[in-house]
Nanobody, 124 residues
Framework: QVQLVESGGGLVQAGETLRLSCAAS????????MGWFRQAPGKEREFVAA????????YYGDSMKGRFTISRDNAKNTMYLQMNSLKPEDTAVYYC?????????????????WGQGTQVTVSS
């Protein structure tokens, strides 16, 4: 069992930065691949980024490449999402999730555990 809690969301202006954190409970955090997804009102859930168990592999959604950076600290049971050059279209609830895989996984339905989400709002 893994419990996930996101933090770091908020209201920022376009061009600014935010750093999201995802704190995981349990002793097996390093056994899971991790990912970030987001969902805006009226839209489907969207893949943001994913990272392998040791951080050695990462993958990003097309609109996030070059702006977002995913990372993890297994000693702290925490995953991060550094978001730079934020745009109004990045406004959404951001969710972290854990998948029982050592590799990068981009498919939401394969993720077993989900956090409650944190709101990110980017004003123009």
């Amino acid at each position: 069992q893994v419990q996930l809690v996101e933090s770091g969301g908020g209201l920022v202006q376009a061009g600014e930065t935010l750093r999201l954190s995802c704190a995981a409970s349990g002793r097996t955090f390093s056994s899971y691949g991790m990912g970030w997804f987001r969902q805006a009102p009226g839209k489907e859930r969207e893949f943001v980024a994913a990272i392998s168990w040791n951080g050695g592999s990462t993958y990003y959604g097309d609109s996030m490449k070059g702006r977002f950076t995913i990372s993890r600290d297994n000693a702290k049971n925490t995953m991060y999402l550094q978001m730079n050059s934020l745009k109004p279209e990045d406004t959404a609830v951001y969710y972290c999730a854990a998948v029982p895989s050592l590799t990068v996984v981009t498919t939401a339905r394969l993720y077993r555990y989900w956090g409650q989400g944190t709101q990110v709002t980017v004003s123009s």
